[in-house]
């Protein structure tokens, strides 16, 4: 059973946005099948490199968007973006050395992240952009 399954609540109602959603989604139930598997802490840093280079291009894509409509919570959308790219990085950082555990506690973080940001600030976005006719 996966961590997380996609469902139309996260919608943003922007398909491209929504379709890398799926994508993170996706990432994050690897990283979980693997850590299930036993084998959380062999594939942490393969699929750690994925989300966070995943990750750089789908938030890259967001601000982007977000610049070119004049979004006016761009500033602190991008604060949260990076917040999340740091805590990522410290995981990654840890692994690396050898002192990066992969558990629940990780996972969750990262399903909870992933949840509360597109339901809460993703979903904003996608009413700002429909209202300019992006879908």
Known sequence: MALME?????????????????????LVNQLYDAMKAGEGNTMLGVVLQ????????????????????????????KALHENLVKQVLDLQK???AGGGVLTISVMNFLKDWLIN?????DKKYGQYFNAKGIS
Do not use: C, R
């Open 6 to 26: 996609w469902s139309p609540a996260f919608s943003v109602k922007v398909k491209k946005f929504d379709d890398q959603h799926k994508k993170l989604v996706d």
């Open 94 to 96: 840890k692994s690396q």
């Open 117 to 121: 940001h597109i339901q809460g600030e």
């Open 50 to 77: 994925s989300l966070i280079a995943y990750t750089g291009s789908h938030f890259a894509d967001e601000e982007k968007l977000m610049q070119a409509n004049g979004y006016p919570e761009y500033t602190k959308h």
